[in-house]
């Protein structure tokens, strides 16, 4: 193990699919941003939500649908998106799906009203 890095050579077959549910493990945790590996059974939804911080979602395999504020959009393997902070966003998997959130903190919301 090297406290200078974290390296996996592929996330596709890394971390249980469930048979039902969404599973959740963090990867990296530090000051200036969050790692989070979700791997979803066919079927299963996380439904909408928000997030205090911007985050970005790399869909590594499977297919399904992603909701970003009123818009909806077809999802697979390669997918990325970028969400700013409060943006109401939700997850709804066709097919087994594992999928990288990563978390930046730090970043001050802009004001509102400007």
Excluded: C, W
């Amino acid at each position: 193990m090297n406290d200078a890095y974290i390296f996996h050579a592929s996330l596709e077959h890394e971390g249980e699919i469930p048979s039902n549910g969404i599973l959740s493990r963090t990867l990296q945790n530090d000051a200036r941003s969050k790692v989070i590996q979700f791997t979803f059974a066919p079927g299963t939804e996380l439904t909408a939500h928000t997030a205090p911080m911007p985050a970005t979602l790399y869909f590594v395999s499977g297919e399904g649908e992603l909701q970003l504020g009123p818009d909806t959009m077809p999802v697979a393997a390669g997918a990325f998106a970028y969400m700013t902070p409060k943006l109401e966003h939700a997850i709804r998997a066709k097919t087994q799906v594992v999928l990288l959130l990563t978390m930046i903190k730090g970043v001050e919301p802009p004001a509102s009203g400007k």
